[in-house]
């Protein structure tokens, strides 16, 4: 059985950095497109960052030059470090991995919580 799990989250003050960890196992993982999404309180949830297996990385505009999406594969984990964070980047983080071939399968992790606050 496929599991992700999700740590890092937190309270941080704005201007702050934080570094979020997603462990998946139960797969291969090296065979997974990763990526982290957010869904903040009463919004969608809406797509961050994203690195392929093949190392490609892609950002969503408002955190492009703030956040840093990489992984290892040896410890099978995702990071997402951000830095200069904003009251505005406040939500639940959930990390994805999609199959870079058969693109239907796709797994979640349950969350991890980020608030950015005074």
């Known amino acids: 059985q496929v599991h992700l799990v999700e740590s890092g989250g937190g309270l941080v003050q704005p201007g702050g950095s934080l570094r979020l960890s997603c462990l998946v196992s139960?797969?291969?993982?090296?065979?997974?497109?990763m990526g982290w999404y957010r869904q903040a309180p009463g919004k969608q949830r809406e797509w961050v960052a994203g690195?392929?297996?093949?190392?490609?990385?892609n950002y969503e505009d408002s955190v492009k030059g703030r956040f840093a999406i990489s992984k290892d594969n040896a410890k099978n984990t995702v990071y997402l470090q951000m830095n200069s964070l904003e009251p505005e980047d406040t939500a639940v983080y959930y990390c994805?991995?999609?199959?870079?071939?058969?693109?239907?399968?796709?797994?979640w992790g349950q969350g991890t919580q980020v608030t950015v606050s005074q």
């Open positions: 994805n991995a999609q199959h870079s071939t058969w693109s239907r399968i796709k797994y």
């Open positions: 690195l392929t297996i093949s190392g490609t990385t």
């Open positions: 139960g797969t291969i993982f090296s065979f997974y497109d």
